[in-house]
């Protein structure tokens, strides 16, 4: 029924957010998602819940299922009760509909620990597992420790100590590096575990350190988190005083962070104390305390049920029949919501997340070994693609070396220099004597070095020859072989090898001051066309003229 109720109110919000929208500020209509999102990060601001609705009235309008989740996680921060949960139902609904498992998963975790937060623990470990299924197959460390964290609070409630304080260990070496409060809150609940399990000098140790790392990090909070924490280990090693005088100091804090569960634990550890003391007075108000909380919010715990044994005790000692028969009805109150959720929350934790936990161990052993063999035959694969690619760079060196000294050979026609005249043919399409006055003109061209003029068009060419591009076009491809652009960037290149080779000056040259000499517009053009007419790189053939200086 509470589903159905959450389910309902998660629908109004999301029907009524626009009307409420509308009573956002002008002046945030057209901010981004970073603006939204770094004003959000103080939930503690008055202007908070204006900023979230701002958020989501953004995210509607561009219709982002991403960022709808992120403003309906915002204000989740901002309510309480049912419409926390209504918002998470949202976050969830948003979520969904992204078609990315890890962020989905990522949405349905903060649903459990809205659900934790609210003592609905099986909701809470159904999200949990729900999570599981999604979060387990991806690649997010993160996520899959803030997952583990959550279900070692399920096991450290169910009184599974051992198996809580190894999951808690493995969170707070993860965080450890990153610091912040993922790190405080696991060296918290791991202190409580070693307090369970009797490791009272490590739990002591551990609250000392996680106490001087709150101190230095400036976390208020969790100053008295660690202290309640040690407040309640002194009290298991039987210093009642000291374990009265560090859960009074916590308290404070506790109250200011309105964490009720950690009160209501103050509160019984101090009663009990208090009666190891021998000052059942002091002890009573505060053991009425754990019941009132019981009262008003069902929070218990099997380890709280005592509180309700030691005020059936009291009473009768007393001879106090009603209030005895009060506090026996509201144990077995209490004992029916244990038993119910314990028995759920064992059975599902073993048969689910346990039985998972094991499968992932038997997965990542196997990959383990898969790694292995891979890792194996990179190695052998590696040392192939090695020994290929030195055998590739002697050769190709050799090859360079082969070309330089062709080049050096006064014997071998240098590119653009000399040119084979092939006779024309009659598919030429053009009349022998065009052809033969237009070879004319082609020969003044290269006596007079013309082609080292920037920018020189075909069509300029022609125009200075009195004929037409189309022509020349045609006796450049069939007398020089080549088309315009690669029979002008050979000449070019021609004369610079040629100057290179006679002149030692010009071997200084930058190969911008090079591409400037041949009339090339860029360097890049220039070596583009070094390496395609020549076979090596300009830098590689003048590098070896110096060293052969």
Do not use: W
Not at 56 to 70: I, V, Y
Not at 328 to 356: C, E, G, P, T, W
Not at 425 to 453: P, R
């Amino acid at each position: 029924m509470s589903k159905i109720l959450s389910l309902l109110l998660a629908l109004l919000i999301c029907y009524a957010a626009p009307a409420q929208q509308k009573k956002t500020p002008d002046s945030l209509a057209h901010k981004s998602y970073a603006y939204f999102i770094e004003k959000l990060e103080d939930d503690g601001s008055p202007a908070a819940a204006a900023y979230g609705q701002a958020y989501l009235k953004k995210a509607k309008t561009e219709n982002n299922d991403f960022e709808k989740t992120g403003a309906y996680k915002a204000l989740l921060h901002q309510a309480e009760g049912k419409t926390k949960i209504a918002y998470a139902d949202s976050m969830v609904f948003a979520a969904a509909k992204t078609a990315d498992s890890e962020f989905f998963g990522s949405a349905v975790l903060t649903r459990g620990i809205v659900y934790y937060e609210q003592k609905k623990y099986q909701q809470a470990l159904d999200a949990y597992l729900q999570a599981g299924e999604l979060i387990e197959k991806g690649h997010d460390a993160y996520l899959k420790q803030k997952l583990r964290f959550n279900m070692a609070q399920i096991k450290y409630y169910l009184g599974f100590y051992g198996e809580a304080q190894l999951l808690f260990a493995e969170c707070t070496s993860y965080f450890k590096a990153e610091g912040g409060t993922p790190y405080l809150s696991s060296l918290h609940s791991l202190g409580l575990c070693y307090s369970s399990l009797k490791k009272y000098e490590l739990a002591s140790a551990t609250n000392e350190l996680g106490l001087r790392e709150a101190i230095q990090s400036g976390n208020e909070s969790f100053v008295a988190y660690f202290v309640h924490s040690e407040g309640i280990n002194q009290h298991f090693k039987k210093n009642y005083g000291q374990s009265l005088q560090k859960l009074s100091q916590a308290l404070p804090g506790i109250k200011k962070n309105r964490h009720r569960a950690a009160e209501t634990m103050a509160y019984f550890y101090m009663a009990k104390s208090h009666l190891a003391m021998g000052s059942d007075a002091k002890a009573l108000p505060l053991l009425e305390k754990v019941d009132q909380a019981f009262f008003q919010e069902e929070y218990i715990r099997p380890d709280l049920r005592e509180a309700y044994e030691l005020l059936i005790r009291h009473h009768r000692k007393k001879k106090d029949m009603p209030a005895e028969l009060y506090y026996v009805n509201r144990l077995l109150h209490a004992d029916s919501i244990i038993d119910k959720n314990f028995r759920y929350l064992s059975r599902k934790m073993h048969k689910q997340f346990d039985s998972r936990q094991l499968l992932n161990s038997k997965k990542e052993l196997e990959r383990q070994v898969q790694e292995r063999e891979i890792g194996i035959r990179v190695l052998v694969l590696f040392a192939i693609i090695m020994t290929a690619t030195i055998l590739m760079l002697a050769l190709k060196d050799a090859n360079r070396r082969k070309i330089y000294d062709r080049m050096m050979d006064e014997d071998v026609a240098l590119p653009g220099l000399k040119h084979e005249r092939i006779a024309p043919e009659g598919e030429i399409g053009i009349s022998s004597e065009v052809v033969a006055q237009l070879l004319i003109h082609l020969e003044k061209f290269e006596n007079g070095k013309k082609f080292l003029e920037k920018d020189l068009s075909i069509t300029r060419l022609a125009q200075s020859f009195n004929s037409n591009t189309k022509y020349v076009a045609r006796v450049i491809l069939h007398c020089r072989g080549m088309k315009y652009i690669d029979y002008v960037n050979s000449l070019k290149i021609g004369y610079i090898l040629k100057m290179l080779k006679e002149n030692r000056q010009a071997r200084n040259f930058t190969l911008k001051a090079l591409a400037g000499e041949a009339g090339f517009n860029t360097a890049q053009h220039f070596t583009t066309a070094f390496l395609k007419h020549v076979g090596i790189s300009a830098t590689y053939f003048i590098e070896k003229l110096k060293g052969g200086k």
